[in-house]
């Protein structure tokens, strides 16, 4: 069963951090590009981050870049997004995404594979 399973949200003061984690089951992890979209309350979903199977690839929206950093962890199955600096507008709900390949980051699509979400709050 594919599982995408998301943790780390919360309520963070501006200028604050965060670890997001997402626990993947069911895909062959060394084969995947994992990524992290987000959606705010009124706006579309906007990709915020991905790395390729291999993790030699990140890639950042222009708005978290410098601020946010993608890694993986091969040997938990696990993908981490370090998020500082945190700002009011990068309140939303943050999705854990999977997919065969980086073609829906490179098109503005979307992936094939999403997780439940984990809410994210900036705010003094």
């Known amino acids: 069963q594919l599982r995408l399973v998301e943790s780390g949200g919360g309520v963070v003061q501006p200028g604050g951090s965060l670890r997001l984690s997402c626990a993947v089951s069911?895909?062959?992890?060394?084969?995947?590009?994992i990524g992290w979209f987000r959606q705010a309350p009124g706006k579309e979903r906007e990709g915020v981050s991905c790395?390729?199977?291999?993790?030699?690839?990140?890639q950042y929206s222009n708005s978290v870049k410098g601020r946010f950093t993608i890694s993986k962890d091969s040997a938990e199955n696990t993908v981490y997004l370090e998020m500082n600096d945190l700002r009011p507008d990068d309140t939303a709900v943050y999705y854990c995404?999977?997919?065969?390949?980086?073609?829906?980051?490179?098109?503005?699509?979307?992936?094939?594979?999403w997780g439940q979400g984990t809410q994210v709050t900036v705010s003094s």
């Open positions: 995404v999977a997919d065969k390949s980086m073609t829906w980051w490179y098109t503005s699509g979307y992936p094939d594979y």
């Open positions: 790395i390729s199977a291999t993790g030699t690839i990140t």
């Open positions: 069911g895909f062959r992890f060394e084969s995947t590009v």
